[in-house]
Structure formats: structure tokens, C-alpha cells
Nanobody, 127 residues
């Protein structure tokens, strides 16, 4: 499975962006997908995840209510709609896929549980 994240950019605080994660490989539809982000000088952190069917999702407390994850398995795509963006959302955003059970919070929020990673897309939110 190969992943490619896109959709990042520069936006003012309060604005919106939609990130996309395009995947290749027929097995993608069987994997959970997570979004992680990494700001300069900080550890990579969990943002959101969605299970293979799209029925189960998880969000970090810092983005819950502002971000929405979704997927379109017919197109091998996962999306992260980001609204009400804040300067602290500035980071490189990565999508990742793997056999992760979204019901288990500790697992789904652990980067090492994901086998496949995209290259990242920069999101910059100005104040």
C-alpha cells in the first residue's frame, strides 16, 4: 500500500482546509487509516482515525468538534476536513494505514501500529 497526502497550505486562523490521502493497492479498503501531525521540535501526535468501513472514528481531544475524518473506499481515499483552524494546528500532517482496531484507543493512537505512511503535507495556520 502506498499513501500520498495532499491538501495542505497556508490559511488564516478560523479558516478551513481539507486534507486528502490517496492510496494504491486493493488491500487499502481493509485497513484503518489514521492522521498524525508533527510540529517543529515536537513529537508526532495522533489527530484522528477511521476504521475500514468508516463506521468508527476517533479524534484527539484537541481537534474533536473541529476536524472530521471520512473515507471513500470506492476511490481509495481518506479525507480530513479541518475547520476553525488554530495556529497550534500548524504541523506536517501524515496519513497512515494499518491493521489497527479503532475500538482500542491506545492502539489507534500509537504511530508504530501503522505499517504504511504517506510523505506528509504542510499545514500552516497564521494568527
Amino acid at each position: 500500500v502506498q499513501l500520498q497526502a495532499s491538501g495542505g497550505g497556508l490559511v488564516q486562523a478560523g479558516g478551513s482546509l481539507r486534507l486528502s490521502c490517496a492510496a494504491s493497492g486493493r488491500t487499502f479498503v481493509t485497513y484503518s487509516v489514521g492522521w498524525f501531525r508533527q510540529a517543529p521540535g515536537k513529537e508526532r501526535e495522533f489527530v484522528s482515525a477511521i476504521n475500514w468501513s468508516g463506521a468508527t472514528t476517533d479524534y484527539a481531544a484537541s481537534v474533536k468538534g473541529r476536524f472530521t475524518i471520512s473515507r471513500d473506499n470506492a476511490k481509495n481515499m481518506v479525507y480530513l476536513q479541518m475547520n476553525s483552524l488554530k495556529p497550534e494546528d500548524t504541523a506536517v500532517y501524515y496519513c497512515a494505514a494499518g491493521n489497527v482496531n479503532v475500538f482500542y484507543t491506545q492502539a489507534v493512537r500509537t504511530a508504530s501500529r501503522y505499517a504504511y505512511w504517506g510523505q506528509g503535507t504542510q499545514v500552516t495556520v497564521s494568527s
